[in-house]
């Protein structure tokens, strides 16, 4: 998995390489800079040459600015034709930036076509009447400050993003972003108004927090992290890792021929109800299918009685209990993992259950998922210090179950997300689930771990309720449950991609379906 940094720590990986490995501030920026111009190559078919390609870099007072010089050398050296705009007066420019403006400068005697504007002005008119296949936009990085009462630019920046995005706008030009998009914030996310819109971004050396939070997801395009020669060594522990395929291949423990079904995962769910005319049932059966789809080799569900044959037309590996307590713990004892909540309701007896059962010591030491229901039962009643006490459990809120869980603001919790998933599960002592795209799974170490796979094919009902089936499934085969949630979310977001082209027409059941290939897919590609 791949670190995520805030820019703090990724300024301490910067200071760490140049001062202890002396790798030397021009080194790493001649890396960003050539690496940036060969993916920027790799947009275009030709991959060596940029013949014809036409390309405008605009550069600011900042080292990301001095990268941007060094893609403008290196563009033209395969070929591009290059016009570089000085947001700010070259009075503004020290140290390896000036330097590496000084190099280009020295490239116009053999570079015709090179233009270097100083300032905005003198660049408009020449610049609307160009055609340019590549915009780059290397005004700021993670040096950027941005006041959040006042999160306005001012010139001449504003003016700079502006004309970047009115380029992008009017033009079939890619627009790549150098390290990240002018105006986000590496680490929150929060951007400046405006801020540079990218269909790409070159980011250096390791993820940034702010791609996966706030308007980062929808400003920074394509992601692609260049190396540039900042080893990992530097920045570990990490806090914050992305959740890839590769961990998700890893975490899914195939079965061992030889073995029988009760050593492939034993996961009972206390799940659905049934009251008067109403029913959500449904929850308990996309769960308990969920489980069965993601490989557990025995799933039992506790339901209301009199609803076996329900579960049995959709589920018929599914062994029903009922909802006794007697009957409850003889499973708890024997399951692996337990899923509590989907649609057991939100009555006296449901959250009178939901304490019971978190104080029975054979299903508080066990691993859980506690999600939905459970999850109003906990808030209503305030059960944080059984929650606390749990052995390995989950809890799976999306950001409104969350805010009744904390007494936060939705607003507040989606403003940080990664600090508010990490502080609560710190509180609680128990793993944090956050439910969204992306989602957030936070261990009480502070550990937060972020899946970013899936679409918009998940927002639909029922979708939680298959997470956290395949959360008890994954745990249930051998995972703790903090790297069971994140693989479970990382394959519960594939498969929702490969339920349909069409996302809005992805139903849970749907999800549900295309587990088996989102796992085997795992597979095909480790081949
Ligand atoms: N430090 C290093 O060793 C490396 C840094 N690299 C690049 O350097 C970037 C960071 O460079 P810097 O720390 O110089 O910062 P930036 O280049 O991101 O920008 C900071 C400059 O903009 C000004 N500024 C900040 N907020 C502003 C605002 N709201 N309005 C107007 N001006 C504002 C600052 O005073 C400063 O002059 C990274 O994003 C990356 O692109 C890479 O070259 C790799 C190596
Ligand atoms: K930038």
Do not use: C, F, W, Y
């Given at each position: 998995m791949n670190p995520v940094l805030t820019a703090r720590e990724m300024s301490l990986a910067d200071r760490a390489a140049i001062e202890e490995l002396r790798t030397g501030e021009t080194r790493l920026m001649e890396l960003a800079g050539r690496e940036t111009a060969r993916m920027i190559a790799g947009r275009f078919e030709h991959s060596k040459s940029l013949d014809g390609v036409s390309a405008l870099v605009v550069c600011g007072k900042g080292n990301n600015g001095g990268d941007g010089f060094v893609v403008a050398r290196h563009l033209l050296n395969r070929g591009a034709r290059v016009d570089v705009l000085l947001v700010w007066p070259e009075d503004d420019l020290a140290g390896v930036n000036l330097e590496g403006l000084h190099i280009l400068k020295a490239y116009r005697r053999y570079n015709e076509g090179l233009r270097i504007f100083a300032g905005i002005y003198e660049a408009r008119t020449t610049v609307g009447a160009t055609e340019y296949q590549v915009v780059v936009d290397a005004i700021f990085g993670t040096g950027l400050r941005i006041d959040t009462e006042d999160p306005e630019l001012r010139e001449p920046a504003r003016s700079a993003v502006e004309l970047i995005n009115f380029v992008n706008a009017h033009s079939e030009a890619v627009t790549v972003a150098i390290d990240l998009p002018s105006g986000l914030d590496a680490t929150s996310g929060r951007s400046s108004e405006p801020c540079v819109n990218a269909d790409m971004t070159v980011t250096m050396a390791f993820l940034k927090t702010g791609f996966f939070q706030n308007s980062g997801p929808s400003l920074c395009g394509e992601i692609q992290t260049a190396e540039?020669?900042?080893?990992e060594f530097l920045v570990e522990p990490t806090s914050c890792l992305l959740v890839d395929e590769a961990f998700a291949a890893e975490s899914y423990l195939l079965r061992d021929p030889s073995s029988a079904k009760h050593l492939n995962g034993k996961v009972l769910l206390v799940t659905g109800s049934a009251d008067g005319g109403g029913s959500m049932l449904g929850a308990a059966l996309l769960a308990a299918r969920a489980a069965v789809k993601t490989g557990a080799g025995y799933v039992c569900a506790s339901l209301p009685d009199g609803q076996a044959a329900v579960m049995h037309s959709f589920a018929p590996e599914v062994v029903v209990i009922g909802r006794d307590m007697i009957s409850i713990i003889e499973k708890a004892k024997w399951a692996d993992a337990i899923v509590i909540g989907c649609g057991i309701g939100r009555s006296d007896e449901a959250q009178e259950l939901v304490e019971t059962l978190l104080c029975t010591p054979e299903i508080a030491g066990k691993k859980l998922v506690l999600d939905a229901d459970a999850l109003y039962a906990i808030a209503e009643r305030d059960l944080f210090d059984r929650v606390s006490s749990l052995e390995d459990a989950v809890l799976t809120p999306h950001a409104g179950e969350c805010s009744r869980l904390s007494g936060l603001s939705v607003e507040d919790i989606m403003l940080s997300p990664i600090d508010t998933a990490r502080m609560l599960a710190e509180e609680w002592n128990v793993n944090l689930l956050l439910k969204g795209m992306p989602t957030f799974i936070a261990s009480p170490s502070g550990m937060v771990l972020i899946s970013n796979s899936g679409t918009e094919a998940l927002a639909s009902a029922g979708t939680g309720d298959v997470l956290s089936g395949m959360i008890g499934a994954l745990a249930a085969k051998g995972l703790d449950s903090h790297e069971a949630a994140a693989a479970a979310a990382w394959l519960h977001g594939r498969a929702g991609d490969l339920a349909s082209n069409v996302s809005s027409l992805v139903s849970s059941v749907d999800v549900l379906q295309a587990i088996p290939q989102a796992v085997l897919e795992l597979f095909e590609s480790e081949e």
């Open positions: 540039i020669s900042i080893p």
